[in-house]
């Protein structure tokens, strides 16, 4: 229908959702990587008994439907809401259909992914390497990225690959925030719902095929590399 | 004073060049059933009105109405009612008036039967084991398609059997994936090139429900909007009023025949 020109079999509307996935992805796993180290390394040692309210919190997303999420964070961002009603009063933008909205919605939405496996990875670490570490004056930085890094290496790449694939594969919340804006909200999975809701069964098709493609891709890397990674180290 | 004055005239010009600079793309938010007038409307508008380009977001009617009150950044809204737009208007939304532009159909179309055999009395018959609809709560041809089947006296009949599409396009795309065997779907989707070449249709008399008078409206949002003004006033040129018609659409001032 459309006379767009083609890159690949793609429009142009196509590889900007695709673009637009990519950098949203990418974004939330690197914003919940950083936010989730700190989080995932306190309820992997501490013993406050708050530690287990915390857990649940951050698994809830596993749990409740994204339209639920979807409806809290539009009544929130929205320009009624506590956060996007203050940054309007602000002379600011509401948070509601836009980039920066399904931003926030790709970080809680995905924070359990993140947070899960670091968690694991932390906890196997020994605590006498740590202390080790520090008998050597290794300052609290260094440990961490020296040793603590290294360490949970696996985990890390777990986090990064599935947080990323997680973002991806997001629809609910998008759809109930987003408003399927091209190239500000309209991710690729919005615009395969869009496209079969539109009768537009080769677009449908050709984005499908994508997503199928690069989950596929992305889990058999995954596994082929952390089969690598968690294994011991040996000498060769 | 003289400096007052000059200051607002310099401010109103560069309120003015910011309206101009930024407004050459229009975020149309439109029902779908003008799905495929609108895509060939679009092409036409962009070619006659540079630089002005259009943004085509195709919905139902009550999904927009709820994101735009929740601030969603559509300059005008093709709602396929009357009330929607009216109710933006109200609530501060949008900008009076709120203008008529086409009046629509309804039909039964089927890709495995001939539905254009069919009556709204046969859908009482239990091999249409299932029967799509827009949703009535949301989508205002789901809302006329419900009274219709009422009038008919099969509502009851069929109440069991129906599948909801969030809107009348996706009601389409149920019955044209054979997940419904009929469906009441829009005149201008049954009458699109890729609905045509797959099944035949029925128009439904609308003596049987309240008129699909359709109307748009430009949102507070797209009020400093040039091209979505420039949208709406392409809509009145006899030009697209013929793509309208051609879809099926009673335009304001026509009458049936």
């Known amino acids: 229908m459309s006379a767009a020109a083609t890159t690949l079999g793609l429009t142009g509307d196509e590889w900007l959702a695709i673009g637009l996935t990519a950098e949203l992805a990418a974004l939330t796993t690197v914003i919940l990587l950083v936010v989730s180290a700190p989080l995932a390394w306190w309820l992997a040692r501490s013993r406050s008994r708050w530690g287990q309210v915390v857990a649940a919190l951050v698994s809830l997303p596993l749990v409740l439907p994204p339209t639920v999420i979807g409806f809290y964070l539009l009544l929130v961002l929205g320009p009624q809401g506590a956060v996007g009603g203050t940054l309007e009063r602000l002379g600011l933008h509401h948070l509601a259909f836009s980039f920066t909205g399904i931003l926030i919605g790709s ?95 080769a677009a449908a098709h050709r984005l499908s095929a994508v997503l199928l493609g690069f989950s596929f891709v992305t889990l058999l890397a995954f596994y082929a590399i952390n089969q690598r990674v968690m294994s011991p180290v040996k000498p060769q | 004073m003289l400096r007052m004055v000059r200051f607002f005239a310099i401010a109103a010009v560069f309120v003015g060049l910011i309206a101009v600079a930024r407004a050459e793309t229009a975020r149309v938010a439109a029902a779908s059933d003008l799905k495929f007038a609108f895509d060939e409307l679009k092409p036409v508008f962009e070619r006659n009105h540079p630089p002005h380009r259009l943004e085509l977001i195709m919905g139902s009617s009550g999904k927009f109405l709820q994101q735009i009150e929740n601030g969603a950044p559509f300059d005008v809204f093709f709602s396929a009612d009357v009330s929607m737009p009216r109710r933006l208007v109200n609530s501060g939304k949008a900008i009076a008036p709120v203008t008529p532009y086409a009046v629509g159909r309804i039909v039964l179309w089927s890709t495995r039967v001939d539905a254009s055999k069919l009556t709204l009395n046969d859908l009482a018959r239990p091999e249409f084991r299932k029967v799509a609809i827009a949703s009535p709560e949301h989508a205002p041809y789901g809302a006329r ?81 040039v091209a979505a003004r420039a949208f709406t006033a392409f809509m009145g040129t006899t030009q697209a009023r013929q793509v309208m018609r051609r879809y099926g659409f009673l335009l304001p001032g026509e009458k049936t025949e």
């Open chain 1, 107 to 201: 970080i809680i939405y995905s924070l359990p992914f993140a947070v899960q496996p670091l968690r694991e990875a932390f906890a196997a670490i020994d605590p006498r390497v740590l202390d080790a570490a520090a008998t050597l004056r290794a300052s609290a930085w260094d440990r961490f990225f020296s040793v603590v890094l290294p360490l949970s290496r696996g985990g890390v790449l777990t986090a990064v690959v599935i947080t990323f694939a997680h973002t991806v594969g997001e629809f609910g919340v998008i759809a109930m925030l987003g408003g399927n804006i091209a190239g500000e909200t309209r991710v690729v999975s919005i615009a395969i719902y869009d496209h079969t809701q539109a009768l537009e069964y």
């Open chain 2, 145 to 225: 398609a419900k009274e219709a089947l009422k009038a008919a006296g099969v509502w009851t009949a069929v109440e069991s059997r129906l599948v909801l599409g969030e809107t009348i396009s996706h009601a389409a795309q149920l019955v044209d994936m054979q997940a419904a065997d009929v469906g009441v779907i829009a005149l201008s989707l049954a009458l699109s090139e890729p609905l045509r070449r797959k099944g035949g249709h029925a128009l439904i008399p609308d003596t049987l429900h309240q008129p699909l008078e359709q109307a748009w409206v430009i949102t507070h949002h797209g009020r400093h909007n």
